[in-house]
């Protein structure tokens, strides 16, 4: 019957993740997927997570399912992470929020809800380049797509001149895409000030901007900070679309947990709003992951864990800056040829080292090191054990 299938091609990072588990050599080194890796090399199980999972345990609590729109008080407890407290408190009953699968789970239903409620032909602008799943994120979703440029490869850092003229260009009322912090792929954000500039072209071409905002606290350690754009927006009264993902800073990775939020005008169109994301999450997941969202809204609402999560956040973004300053200093003292400064002045999980496809290729095949053809490293799987041997193999396939 299925005969006629083609092979489907890999996934551009989950298949670099899958050849890096099958590879047999006791050297290698995974710098393929954006999880968190401890100095040993080894996932972490967080403390706030474990003392949550306690308490979920010692609750007896039982397996029933969610409603379709999710556990409210983690809904709650996630918008207000979100938007801040003060924001929360003052406009909080006109957000709608709905729990969804993870990060990828917030663009794909939000997408789905913009494909349904806005005029035919929207168009949503993507940054370029932006994380691989988008793009499928928005076919399946059929919205058509566009990009604006973000990323200018001579400077190593945000092309904001060609962002600006992109977007002038743009039709009004479009959706566009923006990372909210730690940009994925490049490690490049936008300054206050920059933000401020979009927030002007956002209100003069009614642009409806969504934020996915993935990895909250790994800017800056600091998950208010992390938050800016989006508060800047909403402080404006501009009515934001906002995807939270708890899988990077909680460690929630496998648990699908998530956050998908829209600025609404009042409580009676958030009702609405509400009502119809229940009816496209319906039939995508019919209701949500129950464990995840249970240890975000434990963490979030005890202030003792509250405090422990934040303190961790703050641990995992210090340990990856360190892992940068490190990469960069080794590669400067063997003597490379190249300024790797880039690497130590990106955010974020990842750094976009600027190395070509065969280099990529060569790293896998010389030194079974793993990480994306696009040259983008995840800074989480170094450590103090093999940060000496990846910076001495990034100088040996790059130095003639
Ligand atoms: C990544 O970019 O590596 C992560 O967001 C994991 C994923 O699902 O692609």
Known sequence: ?????PMGPADPILGVAAQFKADPSTTKVNLSIG????????????DSVKRAEQIIKEKKLDNEYLPVEGLQSFIDASIKLGYGDAYYAQNGKSIAGCQVLSGTGAVRLGFEFAKKFLPQGTKVYMPNPTWPNHHNIARMAG????EYRYFDPKTRGVDFSGLVEDLNKAQNGSVILFHACAHNPTGCDLTTAQWTQLLDLTKKKNFLP????????FTSGDVNKDAEAVRLFTAQGVPIVLGQSFAKNMGLYGQRTGCLSFVCANQQEKDKVVSQLKLLARPLWSSPPLHGARVADIILNTPELNQLWLQEVKMMANRIQLM????????????????WSHISKQIGMFAFTGVGPEHVKELIAKYHIYLLSSGRISIAGLNEGNVKYVAEAFHDVTKN
């Open 210 to 217: 969504f934020f996915d905002m993935a990895y909250q606290g």
């Open 1 to 5: 019957v299925w005969s006629q299938v």
């Open 324 to 339: 940068r300053v490190s990469l960069a200093n080794t590669l400067k003292s063997l003597g490379s040829p190249h300024d």
């Open 35 to 46: 999880a968190y890796r401890d100095n040993d090399g080894k996932p972490v199980v967080l």
């Open 143 to 146: 919205l058509e797509i566009s």
